[in-house]
């Protein structure tokens, strides 16, 4: 066997392999290249998916004449100098391959300058080749433009997708990075459309607003979080915006991006009580770990990440997130409006906003006095005072081929100009409120964001449970509000209304009876007294050898949930009790339905498998809908409800109560017009 050594360009080749996988890896890279410079504007323009045309553009430090070429050699890198510093990460691109990969597949051009220099360098590289190295006039910072990826590699090009497809994963990536550092204005452009334009203001909340619009932004709850070791900050998604996948739950650790399996489950375990099964929750949660708790170098995508001590973080950060929730009202509040004209109301509405927020203030690149500037209007909000500047980026796009570009070398080739941008005071309409009549000064939206995220504060190292009394005083569910009630009735004998001040509360008899059943058997198991009703003549049952086995494996479970169970010869039992709750409901089919349940499981009994039976037992015992009740059973349920750490959920997340406004109501009967 006749071993070669590869040719620099093969290895090349073979490398950018493990770091460019499709467009969306080539913007990954500069933009985190970018962010770690230390910009605080960065604008990425592709056309055709990002497979013909690639363009980031930032005002960061730039890249001195001397160390252009550098820059594209295998490992080489300014973020680490020796192995030791792998355990003290801060940047996002350390590998140092990532130009040098981008550069093997595709043609890119580079034009930077340093802020102490007068003139900047233009460096052009095709295929790891160099073409071209020239002295330019350029502004401060860096622009890569990366042409024809995958031009001299035809079996990796065959594979990209569709252009439209690979877009969409570029744009999906732009605002991951959006909301991974909201103190950048970041600037993405499609096919010289303008897809979305951030303050970079450091408003976490506004962003979450450009990418997902109005009614996420509304049932939003703020989370501010000190622990041990960490921190957390961001936002909780309410119950009722629950998706049906995992792509809304958005990580980040130490402004890095990532997914994570176990802090999926921390979040979802905290959300347990609240979601229905097979759903999940929207949050955008931003993670401040110590660098040596963390190991970033997993996979070539660094999108993966180890954390230390990883079942004490579970932990944790599950219990930061129920305490959050449960420090929350989470009622749903309903509206009347539905069809074709609510529909296209709606979207006018949209309309409305999206104009709104466009003639909000949004600093381009390159601005000369744009530090400054920010600095001034930081220090105003500081002063609650609302400061803000004003441009229009659909007149800036335009702009550009006028002023705010010049053409240097080729006709796609430009470097944009410094452009002053004037302070002005500007109020902009924030509509995001229940009744959709509150308007929210943007500008001021930093003050009254940290206001409402210091008023959540969880101090993890407390394990005391709030008291219901004095944590909702002043809401819906409280001691205090419940004097004012007036049932109203039940209408198809299965929701109660209720009327409290301007609002109409609507309960699901089911799904309150079976919550209060639920807390009352978890009680009951955690005391080890869970009431038994004896069977005379006992039921008789025949079980198979796997049925057997897991009956034997999980009997003490079963005998702490009230089941006594007792052999009767081969592989025949005798139920002789079960729960009082369960008696006279087809007893042995639901010890079947427990059994098979616990027998697909597959794995060794926990609490959370125990708890989920005894939500099955709660509903099967629970009144059910279509079932008359009378008033004073309605309000000893209601008293009961409310007696509960969680009474806005069933077992199974289904909402116990809804909301409805008199506003709502007066809006559908045209008593008001908005």
Known sequence: MDIKILDNQTIDKIAAGEVVEKPA?????????????????????????????????????????????????????????????LTNLVSL?????????????????????????????R???????????????????????????FYNTPPRKKFLKQPQTEGSYIADLMEHLALSHPDISFHFIINNQNRFHTSGNNDLKEIIYRIYGKDIVKELTPISVE???????????????????RNYELFYINGRYIKSTLLSKAVEDGYKEYLMQHKFPFCVLHFNIDTKRIDVNVHPSKMEIRISNGQDFYESVRSIIFDCLHRQEMIPDVTLDSGKNSSAESKAQARKEAKIYAKRAIPELFETNRIKNEKTVNNLQNTNKSTDVQSDPEKEIDKKSNSEYTN??????????????????????YNGSQDNSLQYNVSQLNASQLNESQSHKVNSSTNTKPEQLNLFDDKLLSAKARE???????????????????????????????KVKYERLIKQYTDNNIASQSLNPPVIITLSGKEKECFLQNKDHFEAMGFIIEEFGGNDYAISSVPMDLYGLREAELFYEFLDELSEENIGTTPDS??????????????????RMSVTEAD????????????????????TIISMSKYELEKKFKRIVS
């Open 25 to 85: 890896s080539v913007v990954k890279e500069l933009v985190e290249n970018a962010i770690d410079s230390g910009a605080d504007a960065i604008t990425v323009e592709i056309k055709d998916g990002g497979i013909s045309f690639i363009r980031v553009t930032d005002n960061g430090s730039g890249i001195e004449k001397s160390q252009i070429r550098n820059a594209f050699l295998r490992h080489a890198t300014s973020k680490i100098s020796s192995a030791d510093d």
């Open 93 to 121: 691109g350390f590998r140092g391959e990532a130009l040098a990969s981008i550069a093997a597949v595709s043609m890119v051009e580079a034009i930077s300058k340093v802020k102490e220099d007068l003139t900047g360098v």
């Open 484 to 514: 004012k009630y007036e049932i109203i009735g039940q209408i198809f004998e299965t929701y109660w209304l209720i009327s409290y001040q301007d609002k109409l509360l609507i309960i699901d008899q089911h799904a309150a009876h079976e």
């Open 408 to 429: 240097i070398v080729k006709s796609d080739t430009y470097i944009a100009k410094s452009n002053n941008f004037n302070l002005i005071n500007e109020t902009a309409n």
């Open 636 to 655: 000893a349920l209601i008293d009961e409800l409310l007696s509960l750490e969680n009474p806005y959920n069933c077992p199974h997340g289904r909402p």
């Open 123 to 149: 460096y052009v590289i095709e295929g790891g080749i160099e073409r071209e190295l020239e002295e330019v006039g350029a502004p401060d910072g860096t622009t890569f433009i990366v042409r024809n990826l």
């Open 227 to 245: 622990a041990e070791g960490f921190s957390i900050e961001g936002f909780l998604g309410k119950p009722i915006i629950n998706r049906s996948n």
């Open 610 to 627: 125990i708890r989920m039976k005894i939500a099955t037992m709660a509903c099967k015992a629970a009144v059910k809908g279509n079932t």
